[in-house]
């Protein structure tokens, strides 16, 4: 079994910090990809970053020049860093991993955590 577990979220002010991580277990041969999603009420889940497993990074047009997204190999564990953070960044948080379960398999498999709920106040 795979499980992403995300830890982080919180309630924050306008401007303030989070550091969000989620952590990949179970049977896993290697992680090709990780990534943040979102999804504010009302409205449609989006990407806000990815890194690949070459630390190729890719984020949102709204999340440039204020989060960051890094990972730890060893720890199986992606973080998102979101400073001068914004109303609208409230949302459910979603973590996702591209990974191979075995050396053998050709295509990898995407799996989801279960969210963690991020509020900026104004």
């Known amino acids: 079994q795979v499980q992403l577990v995300e830890s982080g979220g919180g309630l924050v002010q306008a401007g303030g910090t989070l550091r969000l991580a989620c952590a990949a277990s179970?049977?896993?041969?290697?992680?090709?990809?990780m990534g943040w999603y979102r999804q504010a009420p009302g409205k449609q889940r989006e990407l806000v970053a990815t890194?690949?497993?070459?630390?190729?990074?890719n984020l949102a047009d709204s999340a440039k020049g204020r989060f960051t997204i890094s990972r730890d190999n060893a720890k199986k564990t992606v973080y998102l860093q979101m400073n001068s953070l914004k109303p609208e960044d409230t949302a459910v948080y979603y973590c996702?991993?591209?990974?191979?379960?075995?050396?053998?398999?050709?295509?990898?498999?995407?799996?989801w955590g279960q969210g963690t709920q991020v509020t900026v106040s104004s």
């Open positions: 179970g049977s896993i041969f290697s992680i090709i990809a």
């Open positions: 996702n991993a591209l990974l191979k379960r075995y050396y053998r398999d050709d295509v990898p498999v995407m799996y």
């Open positions: 890194i690949s497993d070459a630390d190729n990074t």
